[in-house]
């Protein structure tokens, strides 16, 4: 059984020319600005390229750690994420720019609870949890970046140990798809948060790659 997720967007506002209710609000995919798969090829030249400089050992150790877990499962982390994660540049290029002060925290791979054979690796959270955002891993090979309100890590601990859960696991409309990559996902959410801080920190942003973003947005206002 494969479960098509519903596609939805999580982030901030973006100045004048997208609103959000609360800290974050979940946006249709199809009123995103869209983004050339091409541009994607796991080199991340967007961010400069790969440095090959090295990782900390800690954080080298937790990769290689999880990439066997993964594996031992018969399943593979994919090459860009492992590429941008063992990168001593490129490293924490998400946590930098996050505007709600979000992190790089892996989990171990957790059975999907809405599709049998599948897994979750979270990889980047809300210093509150106010949303998640986890590998989506597939016999076969395919993977795609999701993204939930619920921890899972932590529910199924408290199914663990006799205790109900905070919501139905097997419910797949907790989880969103949001990138068909992982370096698409981290351009669209570096670039959006380049975007909130410029605008939260002055009068918006000057880089023409940012700019170019917000055309979408732009093109879509009264008297364009």
Same mark, same amino acid.
């Given at each position: 059984?494969?479960?098509?997720?519903?596609?939805?967007? @999580?982030?901030?506002?973006?100045?004048?020319?997208?609103? @959000?209710?609360?800290?974050?609000?979940?946006?249709?995919?199809?009123?995103?600005?869209?983004?050339?798969?091409?541009?994607?090829?796991?080199?991340?030249?967007?961010?400069?390229?790969? *440095?090959?400089?090295?990782?900390?050992?800690?954080? +080298?150790?937790?990769?290689?750690?999880?990439?066997?877990?993964?594996?031992?499962?018969?399943?593979?982390?994919?090459?860009?994420?492992?590429?941008?994660?063992?990168?001593?540049?490129?490293?924490? *290029?998400?946590?930098?720019?996050?505007?709600?002060?979000?992190?790089?925290?892996?989990?171990?791979?957790?059975?999907?609870?809405?599709?049998?054979?599948?897994?979750?690796?979270?990889?980047?959270?809300?210093?509150?949890? @106010?949303?998640?955002?986890?590998?989506?891993?597939?016999?076969?090979?395919? *993977?795609?970046?999701?993204?939930?309100?619920?921890?899972?890590?932590?529910?199924?601990?408290?199914? +663990?140990?006799?205790?109900?859960?905070?919501?139905?696991?097997?419910?797949?409309?907790?989880?969103?798809? @949001?990138?068909?990559?992982?370096?698409?996902?981290?351009?669209?959410?570096?670039?959006?948060?380049?975007?909130?801080?410029?605008?939260?920190?002055?009068?918006?942003?000057?880089?023409?790659?940012?700019?170019?973003?917000?055309?979408?947005? +732009?093109?879509?206002?009264?008297?364009?």
């Amino acid at each position: 059984m494969t479960v098509r997720f519903e596609a939805e967007w @999580c982030h901030h506002e973006l100045g004048p020319y997208r609103d @959000c209710a609360a800290t974050y609000e979940r946006y249709p995919f199809d009123t995103l600005p869209p983004l050339d798969p091409a541009g994607f090829t796991g080199a991340f030249d967007w961010l400069g390229g790969l *440095s090959g400089e090295p990782v900390p050992d800690t954080g +080298a150790a937790e990769l290689a750690e999880l990439e066997r877990a993964v594996a031992g499962l018969g399943l593979a982390l994919p090459a860009d994420f492992l590429a941008y994660h063992r990168d001593g540049r490129l490293l924490r *290029s998400l946590d930098e720019v996050a505007p709600a002060g979000n992190w790089t925290d892996f989990s171990a791979p957790l059975p999907s609870p809405v599709e049998p054979g599948a897994y979750l690796v979270r990889f980047f959270r809300d210093q509150q949890d @106010c949303v998640l955002w986890y590998l989506y891993l597939r016999p076969g090979g395919e *993977s795609f970046v999701v993204h939930s309100w619920l921890d899972y890590e932590g529910q199924f601990e408290l199914v +663990a140990e006799g205790e109900e859960p905070d919501e139905d696991l097997a419910d797949p409309a907790a989880i969103r798809w @949001c990138a068909a990559s992982f370096e698409e996902f981290a351009h669209r959410y570096w670039v959006e948060s380049r975007i909130f801080l410029d605008f939260a920190n002055g009068d918006g942003p000057t880089d023409p790659r940012l700019l170019a973003y917000l055309a979408h947005y +732009a093109a879509q206002q009264p008297g364009s």
